[in-house]
Every structure is written in structure tokens, then in C-alpha cells.
């Protein structure tokens, strides 16, 4: 006998329609009906209930219907791999959590580093704010370096670095050519020539990246002084140590 026929026994050897049956177990009638014709099977929690209700165990209530036992299985099998991969999205959400928690704490703290670095490098070089936003230091008459104002990036942008960490310079000569320089990095440096009509008279970068840390080269493709241009890079890169490390 299958459960569908046990659930309807049950039901009729205790006077009660399918109405009855149903409030009993908070389903509808339409419910009872497709348990009966085994059209559909009640939920394990609810199997319990009919047990107990009416003292019937489960071992008979089940006997012989292999198709709801195989169901039955299925459900509990299903059921533990639910609970498993729950319990991997859990495990995964907590490892994420812990990770950003980590990165704001490192980010506040690269934060705060840098910030008071480049503020105390610009006090200690008597760095001063000018009319673009940048800040510039006069260095002699005819060279002026420059840096932008620092700010670190948003905690969202995942940067645990200024976006643009550079060293400006800017020397102007007496016969009114004038010159370009840019740190990129500590001796990664660029620099241009121009004439008063804006054209180009040399520059750094049509040399090889090897020829552009000999000062000999460079100040050969710019035609000025090697010495003048020594002691501007060596300006440059000590600037770009201080503020940016």
C-alpha cells in the first residue's frame, strides 16, 4: 500500500473529510486530494505531524512505497548540500569581510603616512601653494619645482598610493628659451628644451632609457651646462625621495 492510500485510510477510519484533514495540517483540500491520488507528497516536518497525530510510526506509514521513501532521500540529500554550500557562502562572506576590514585598516594608516609625509616635506622645502592648485618651490632665479597637491584616493578605489607621483621643474633662461623637467620616479626623469617661439630644441626623450640617467648625453640633447643640469637632477631626485620615499 502506498502513502497516498494510508493518508486516506487514516483520514476515513478517523470520520473526517478532507476539509477536516486539511485544517488539521494548515493545507487545503486540493492538498489532501493530490496526497491521496499520490499526485504529490507531504513534506518530512509534516509526515512527523501525521505520526504523531494520529500515533502511527513513520516506519509504517512509509512501508512499501518506495517511490516516497526514494523521495524522502532525495529531499534530505538536497538538503545537505543546501546546508553546505550555505555554510561555503557564509565562510566566503566572512573571508571577504575580514579582508576589507584588514584593507581599510591598512589604507587608514598608508593613508595617514603618506599625507603627513608630503605635508612635512612641503613645510621642511618651503613649498608654496600658487595660483593653480600646485605647490613650487623657487629654487634660484632661472628653476622652480613643482608638485600637485596629494591626496590619496578614495578607501573604494583599492590604491594604497598617490594616483600622480611627480616632480615638476621649470627653468627659464636669460635669452628666453626655457626648460621642462618631469620625475616620474626617483632618477626617472624627462626633460624638454624650448625655444621662445615654442619650438623644440632637444629633449630626453628621443634618447635610450639607458642614455637618459647619463647626464653627459642628456645635457648634450638639451645643449645646456652639465653641471647646471647635475645639480638640477640632483635637486629633482632628492625632492622626489623626500615626498615620496
Same mark, same amino acid.
Given at each position: ?41 507531504? &513534506? ?7 505520526? &504523531? ?18 523521495? !524522502? ?17 557564509? *565562510? *566566503?562572506? *566572512? ?9 581599510? !585598516? ?5 593613508? /595617514? ?16 601653494? /600658487? ?11 632661472? !628653476? ?66 639607458? &642614455?637618459?640617467? &647619463?647626464?653627459?648625453? *642628456? ?12 645639480? !638640477? ?13
Amino acid at each position: 500500500m502506498n502513502l497516498g492510500k494510508r493518508i486516506a485510510n487514516i483520514r476515513k477510519e478517523n470520520k473526517m473529510s478532507q476539509d477536516d484533514f486539511a485544517e488539521i495540517f494548515n493545507v487545503t483540500r486540493q492538498t489532501i486530494s493530490s496526497w491521496e491520488n499520490s499526485k504529490s507528497y507531504p &513534506d518530512i516536518e509534516t509526515l512527523v505531524k501525521i505520526s &504523531d497525530k494520529f500515533n502511527i510510526s513513520l516506519d509504517i506509514l512509509l512501508k512499501g512505497d518506495n517511490k516516497m521513501i526514494k523521495s !524522502i532521500d532525495k529531499r534530505i540529500k538536497n538538503s545537505s548540500i543546501y546546508k553546505k554550500i550555505l555554510i561555503t557562502i557564509s *565562510v *566566503v562572506i *566572512v573571508v571577504i569581510a575580514l579582508i576589507f576590514v584588514g584593507y581599510t !585598516i591598512n589604507y587608514n594608516i598608508t593613508k /595617514n603616512r603618506l599625507e603627513t609625509n608630503f605635508n612635512k616635506a612641503l613645510k621642511e622645502n618651503n613649498f608654496q601653494k /600658487n595660483d593653480e592648485g600646485y605647490y613650487s618651490l623657487k629654487f634660484s632665479d632661472e !628653476i622652480t619645482y613643482g608638485v600637485p597637491n596629494q591626496k590619496m584616493p578614495g578607501l573604494l578605489n583599492f590604491s594604497l598610493n598617490f594616483h600622480n607621483m611627480v616632480i615638476y621643474c621649470d627653468v627659464v633662461y636669460k635669452n628666453g628659451n626655457y626648460m621642462t623637467g618631469r620625475w616620474s620616479d626617483y632618477n626617472d626623469y624627462n626633460f624638454t628644451i624650448y625655444s621662445p617661439d615654442d619650438i623644440v630644441l632637444g629633449s630626453s626623450s628621443s634618447l635610450s632609457d639607458k &642614455d637618459r640617467t &647619463d647626464i653627459t648625453k *642628456v645635457s648634450e640633447e638639451l645643449k645646456i651646462n652639465k653641471e647646471e643640469l647635475k645639480l !638640477i637632477i640632483d635637486k629633482g631626485n632628492e625632492l622626489y625621495k623626500e615626498f615620496y620615499g
